[in-house]
């Protein structure tokens, strides 16, 4: 499952710096709303599913560093196969 996320000027909202950087939606139009600049990590969907907000829209996720360091910049806007 491909997860997205824009990269732009938007400040963590208070109380949630500790999560910055770890946003991710599984819809890249969303992703291009916070920023131009689109990063992507692709990821099993029983892990996906592990990272989802709860009481949030269903596409949206925190992800662990581990994860967010593998983030890729999009280049190919071509939707993933690969782990679908």
């Given at each position: ?24 939606t599984?819809?890249?139009e ?10 992507y ?33 999009l ?8 782990l679908?």
């Amino acid at each position: 499952m491909r997860l997205y996320r824009g990269i732009g000027e938007n400040k963590p909202l208070f109380g949630e710096e500790h999560l910055s950087g770890r946003w991710f939606t599984d819809d890249l139009e969303v992703a291009r709303t916070y920023g131009p600049r689109i990063l992507y990590v692709d990821l099993p969907p029983k892990f996906a599913k592990m990272y989802q907000l709860e009481g949030k829209p269903d596409h949206e996720y925190c992800l662990p560093e581990a994860w967010v360091y593998q983030a890729l910049e999009l280049r190919d806007e071509r939707p993933s196969s690969l782990l679908d």
